[in-house]
């Protein structure tokens, strides 16, 4: 039997065979801690495939001097952090709704009218923000980019567009706010 960091290094050189181990070994344990932290069933197993993604993806990244159990549990951290982000600012933040297929809901010519109502209050405030806070909140939650991404497709730093995000976010609250205040 081969150690966690062992099955890592023959990942990195393109063993498949070590992925299929390493996610029977890790599968079952970071299904566990999401699910423990807070994400339901169905939440937690999406979660959880997402961190293996990710680590073939960043697998080259990975030093071998390092233990592979902290590293995989940093990603599968990492990555329900940006989950709960997300979920709150779509919900929350831009209106959005996230998708809880076990819950029924009642549409009613009220509810749509509501929702509808929100969402264009929602686009006009966007709106009123200034032309890069707008695209990097666009291109985050309503085209689902990574930061990452985001900052290859605007050819500038990952910091810039992570603070750009920030004040947009900001901007859109106080926005938002203000409009409830006046109401």
Not at 92 to 111: I, K, M, R
Not at 123 to 129: A, E, K, P, Q, S
Request: charged content about 30%; proline content about 2%; hydrophobic content about 40%.
């Amino acid at each position: 039997m081969f150690s966690d960091e062992k099955l890592a290094i023959q990942l990195q050189r393109g063993d498949e065979s070590a992925l299929e181990t390493l996610v029977r070994r890790y599968h079952g344990p970071i299904h566990a801690y999401l699910s423990r932290m807070g994400a339901e069933y169905h939440v937690a197993t999406d979660i959880a495939q997402e961190v293996f993604i990710k680590v073939c993806k960043y697998i080259d990244k990975y030093n071998s001097q390092l233990s592979f159990r902290p590293w995989i549990y940093t990603i599968a951290s990492n990555t329900y952090k940006d989950y709960l982000k997300k979920s709150y600012v779509q919900r929350d933040v831009l209106g959005l709704e996230f998708g809880d297929d076990s819950a029924v809901t009642l549409e009613t010519p009220e509810t749509i009218f509501l929702e509808n109502s929100k969402r264009e209050r929602i686009l006009t405030t966007l709106n009123l923000l200034g032309d890069m806070y707008r695209e990097v909140l666009v291109l985050r939650y309503y085209q689902d980019l990574k930061l990452d991404e985001i900052a290859c497709m605007l050819d500038i730093p990952l910091g810039t567009v992570k603070s750009r995000l920030s004040t947009a976010l900001q901007q859109l609250r106080k926005k938002l706010a203000k409009e409830d205040a006046v109401s």
